[in-house]
């Protein structure tokens, strides 16, 4: 049988949405039976290749970050097919955190993913109970991957 994979994207500008990252994939990796990838760059052709995604993001000016805006539109324009797949969402945020919303929405309504909700939102850097909800938000996608 082929390992599940799940791929887990970021984009962090002052690293606090990379700490999330950082132990989302922590948290991951503690399941048995799957495989993790941490990346901080992906082309719309990869995304296909694993069977959950989970995308990071802080939000700036009310929107989510510009790489991953494009990521979506230009999979999107190639039809790339996501159907089915695990999404999920997370990101640092100051007091409105749209991004992750706005990303489970894409993922959701345009690529009718299988979607996490909701997105999970920590405010500025995440301290050590923070981490801890991040690392379980990880273990809880990886372990919904091994069961289904
Ligand atoms: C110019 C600027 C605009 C921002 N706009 C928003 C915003 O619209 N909503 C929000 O919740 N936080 C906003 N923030 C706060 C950031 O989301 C917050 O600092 C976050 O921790 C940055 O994450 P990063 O370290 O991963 O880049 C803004 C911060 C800056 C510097």
Redesign the pocket.
């Known amino acids: 049988m082929l390992v599940p994979k799940i791929l887990v994207l970021y ?8 700490k ?1 990252a950082e132990a989302v994939a922590q948290g991951a990796k503690t399941v048995k039976g799957v495989e993790v990838e941490l990346a901080y760059q992906a082309t719309p052709e990869m995304l296909p290749n694993f069977d959950a995604v989970v995308v990071g ?7 989510m970050t510009l790489d991953v805006k494009r990521l979506f539109e230009e999979a999107a324009v190639k039809n790339i097919n996501l159907k089915g797949k695990i999404g999920a969402a997370f ?8 991004a992750p919303k706005l990303v489970l929405e894409i993922m959701k309504n345009r690529f009718e993913m299988n979607v996490v909700e909701p997105p999970l939102l920590i ?3 995440p301290d050590q109970t923070a981490l801890e909800k991040c690392r379980d938000f990880g273990k809880k996608i990886a372990e919904k991957l091994v069961q289904s």
């Open positions: 984009y962090s500008r002052t690293g606090n949405t990379e999330i993001m802080p939000t700036y000016h009310h929107d990101g640092s945020y100051g007091w409105s955190g749209e405010k500025y850097t």
